[in-house]
């Protein structure tokens, strides 16, 4: 293996690992309605770690079950797909209204199930790839209204709230992933060459992105010191 | 990869490239849009609060210096009529005196609720304890009051606190149903912290939507935004309403 590679896989493993650590760190501090967030970093540390040893096995020539590496992201899509809408409801996205919230959650669900079942033939070894494009757009959407409704809400500077570096940092992972992930949808045929090189497009985002995911744990608020009728 | 696969890596490069570029365009406009609007915005609140207060000074002033002293003249000539005769005429001079003294009362409540003596000359603790105990004592309200300030912090950010608490006050009284309010005004970490909470029936999930509800949290807002603070609300159904204000002290 050369040096740059070893240093690509080592920069996929930190850059999640950095601000999710971070987030540990500030938990018991933290403002509640992060906490979903900290746990897609979670998740997105598990994600890109597996995603390491694959790319890891493949540097050394090795072949790494593709299946279930697969399943893997899978779950992983749904999991931070329904964390982030937990976040922007918990963010005031839907205005408290539980019924829009409750809908978006299933619709979801519905949509991963729907890619399993009817799209894949229930083969849990398949990419949900509609499923991915759909979530993507979804979330991009939300970090856009919530971009907007900042522009009023927020007195002091966008780029101290925490919550404007989180739909940033969303904005510049998921518009290039909608546009990567409709490429393989439409070009299914595809080298493993050309995969790891579409890959390695996004590995030089994601470092940039976790560093704004970083800057965005830092800012999280504190717990407000609200008072109780004793 | 073969040559039609390197013709998509390149259009996917160039795609995402110029994706890239008007994602950071857009961002870029949107944060200096929000300092252009943050500044319009806190310059506008800034002159409408000013000119309320302004202007609740000069009416209570007005009616303390000019009126106050007009009607206690009327009254004094009142009682020197000459009404030995007795009678209907006499219980007239009367009761006309009574009405002035009821005049004169009012006069001195509606002067100290525009800008209170206590505040101006003792300081938002005593200002707010004198308003509190009131209440306590006209409503069936029961307010507890906790403060660590020892200090003045400025007239202005005193009189905006003061009316945040008769805000609250007020939205408690009118639309929470509580029986029991607790206010605390403290200081930690350079920040002036007036924390309160309730146990009244909540907020309604809707609330930024109605208007006329709508009103008083704007009013609230609008006075933490003028002092560079930072305004908070909790509250749930049937849980109480919890609000708390931080405004930096410098």
Redesign the interface.
Same mark, same amino acid.
């Given at each position: 293996m050369e040096i740059s590679q070893h240093i690509t896989l080592l920069i996929s493993i930190l850059a999640p690992l950095v601000p999710f650590l971070l987030g540990l760190y500030r938990y018991k501090k933290t403002d509640g309605s992060y906490y979903p967030f900290i746990a897609v970093l979670g998740c997105a540390v598990l994600s890109e770690t597996y995603r390491t040893i694959q790319l890891y096995n493949y540097y050394q020539g090795l072949n790494w079950p593709v299946g279930i590496s697969t399943i893997g992201y899978n779950l992983y899509v749904l999991a931070i797909g329904l964390l982030y809408t937990i976040l922007f409801y918990k963010w005031g996205l839907f205005?408290?209204?539980t019924r829009p919230y409750y809908l978006v959650l299933i619709i979801l669900s519905l949509a991963w199930v729907f890619d399993h079942l009817i799209i894949n033939g229930n083969r849990i070894s398949s990419p949900t790839k509609y499923y991915r494009l759909f979530y993507s757009l979804l979330l991009c959407l939300f970090a856009i209204s919530h =971009?907007n409704k900042?522009?009023?809400s927020?007195?002091?500077?966008?780029?101290r709230n925490a919550s404007f570096l989180i739909c940033?940092g969303l904005?510049?992972f998921f518009?290039?992933y909608i546009?990567?992930e409709g490429?393989f949808l439409f070009?299914p045929k595809?080298?493993p060459?050309?995969y790891i090189?579409?890959y390695q497009?996004r590995g030089r985002f994601n470092p940039l992105i976790y560093l704004i995911f970083t800057v965005a744990i830092l800012w999280i608020p504190p717990k407000?010191?609200? =008072?109780?009728?004793? | 990869m073969d040559t039609s696969e390197k013709a998509i890596y390149s259009a996917l490069l160039i795609a995402l490239g110029i994706v890239g570029i008007i994602l950071l365009y857009f961002i870029i406009s949107i944060i200096r849009q929000q300092r252009r609007y943050r500044e319009v915005s806190l310059a506008k609140i800034n002159a409408e609060i000013t000119t309320l207060e302004n202007e609740r000074k000069r009416i209570a002033s007005d009616l303390h210096d000019e009126v106050g002293p007009l009607l206690s003249a009327v009254k004094l000539q009142i009682n020197h009529l000459d009404i030995s005769a007795g009678g209907q005429q006499k219980e007239l001079v009367e009761k006309s005196s009574l009405y002035i003294d009821d005049v004169i009362k009012k006069m001195r409540e509606i002067s100290n609720d525009l800008l209170p003596n206590i505040l101006v000359r003792r300081g938002l603790p005593a200002a707010a304890e004198d308003f509190i105990s009131k209440v306590t004592h006209s409503t069936p309200l029961q307010v507890t009051f906790e403060n660590d300030l020892k200090e003045r912090i400025g007239l202005e950010k005193e009189v905006n606190l003061y009316r945040i608490i008769q805000e609250v006050v007020h939205n408690t009284l009118k639309h929470a149903k509580a029986s029991r309010l607790k206010i605390r005004i403290s200081q930690q970490d350079g920040m002036i912290v007036v924390a309160t909470a309730d146990d009244g029936v909540g907020l309604p999930e809707n609330i930024h939507q109605r208007k006329e509800a709508g009103l008083g949290l704007l009013n609230l807002q609008s006075r933490t935004d003028v002092m560079g603070g930072e305004f908070n609300c909790k509250s749930a159904p049937g849980k109480g309403t919890s609000y708390l204000f931080e405004i930096p002290l410098a």
């Open positions: 205005e408290n209204k =971009i900042l522009i009023v927020e007195k002091h500077s966008l780029l940033l904005l510049f518009v290039p546009i990567i490429v070009s595809t080298s060459d050309f090189s579409v497009i407000k010191p609200f =008072i109780q009728l004793s | -």
